[in-house]
């Protein structure tokens, strides 16, 4: 271990330490009391006269017993613990354990007393004929030692069960990340293919608006690189991302294609996740007027609904395949609708919605609900 982490270490250990010894003495009188408490009650109601410091020293001295021997307890409890498939095999050894406990609680009271009876001005402690006093003492011990070894196996159950959650989580987690990490993978050759092939038929037809197509991807695969480890991006980031994008699609189309993109202000620090912009407006080009008719229009929506955060995107095409009244569903449509779909459902799960349908004009539409938060309102 280095000698940063060595460091570090011992304090954290030190008070780890600490802490156990101030639960111990904690319980210690906690129990002590409670007993002392049923027993020196015990004489007032029956109108004895002895001193109440007598069930005191011998309630404490029990308490003190009992707990400075949990830890053996504790010990056997962990070094052979009654699993499922060991349980009957191992009670002899928590049969020895218990009698060692007895035996060990009897002697330690006997002798604590003997001690503590003469300082506290009791004269001698009469513990009376000690090999009856062991069997006397033997089924409250008993008890005692059941309750121990039921309490510290309940506690590593719980434990492990604790920690299963947690690999399963961080299981769960990893395989997420896997399956976002692959969606993106799709959807950047998906993006740059269609980019290329748009490119490539211009080519020979507009050989400056290809040109300027070819300086407007690299600006956009650079600025995109900067956010290919981020899930999620302030809206102002992807828009400007999606500028980059819509400046290749104008160089081709020039006035034929027209993009109204509606911010509400004050969203453009809300998070959404990276590259979520480019597949809807890229699907609503493909299918909208724009490629289908030469001409046409892509609305683009970003509002505010209660905490959450809308995104529309709705071209003047046919519209969905199932006709004009189709109402809003969960079916997407091709790679990029289906990959963006399936990463909003990998971040968000049920916090999420994603629906096509038709518009407003007919045409096909996207709306995407997220929550509206900010990457302060994230807790790490």
């Known amino acids: 271990m280095p000698l940063e ?14 802490r156990l010894a101030l639960l111990w003495v904690a319980a210690t009188l906690s129990w002590g009391m409670l007993l002392f408490t049923y027993r020196h009650l015990e004489d007032l109601a029956t ?88 069997f006397m003492e033997l089924p409250m011990q008993v008890i005692g030692f059941v309750m121990m070894v039921a309490g510290i196996h309940s506690v590593r159950m719980y434990t492990e069960a604790r920690e299963r959650e947690v690999r399963a989580a961080k299981l769960e987690s990893a395989l997420a990340r896997t399956q976002l990490r692959n969606l993106r993978l799709q959807l950047q050759p998906h993006f740059l293919f269609n980019a290329l092939n748009t490119i490539s038929s211009t080519m020979y037809d507009d050989p400056a608006a290809a ?73 609503a080009i493909r299918h909208g007027n724009a490629t289908l008719a030469g001409s046409g229009e892509v609305d ?43 990463r909003l459902q990998l971040l968000y799960g049920a916090e999420q919605s994603f629906e096509t349908g038709v518009g407003a004009q007919g045409g096909f539409l996207v709306r995407v609900s997220l929550p509206g938060r900010t990457a302060g309102s994230v807790v790490a």
């Open 5 to 18: 982490a060595s460091a570090q270490a011992k304090p954290h250990a030190v008070a780890t330490r600490s």
């Open 47 to 134: 109108g004895r006269s002895d001193p109440a410091i007598r069930p005191f020293i011998n309630e404490m001295t029990g308490a003190f017993a009992g707990w400075t021997l949990f830890f053996g307890v504790l010990w056997v409890s962990r070094r052979y613990p009654l699993t499922r498939d060991r349980w009957l095999g191992r009670l002899p050894i928590y049969a020895l354990a218990l009698i060692i406990f007895a035996a060990g609680c009897t002697s330690v009271m006997w002798a604590l007393r003997e001690l503590l009876y003469p300082l506290a001005g009791q004269g001698n402690y009469d513990y009376g004929r000690m090999p009856l006093r062991y």
């Open 211 to 283: 040109d300027e197509m070819l300086d407007q991807l690299a600006e956009l695969l650079r600025a995109s690189l900067r956010t290919t480890q981020t899930d999620e991006v302030p809206l102002r980031v992807e828009m400007e991302l999606l500028d980059r994008y819509l400046n290749i699609m104008r160089a081709r189309f020039g006035d034929r294609l027209r993009v109204d993109a509606r911010v509400e202000p004050g969203t453009g620090e809300v998070l959404v996740p990276s590259m979520i912009m480019q597949p809807l407006v890229e699907n």
């Open 300 to 342: 683009i929506r970003v509002t505010r609904e209660g905490g959450r955060i809308v995104i529309e995107v709705e071209d003047d095409g046919p519209g969905p395949r199932h006709g004009a009244d189709a109402p809003l569903s969960n079916e997407g449509g091709g790679i990029g609708l289906t990959a963006t779909a399936e």
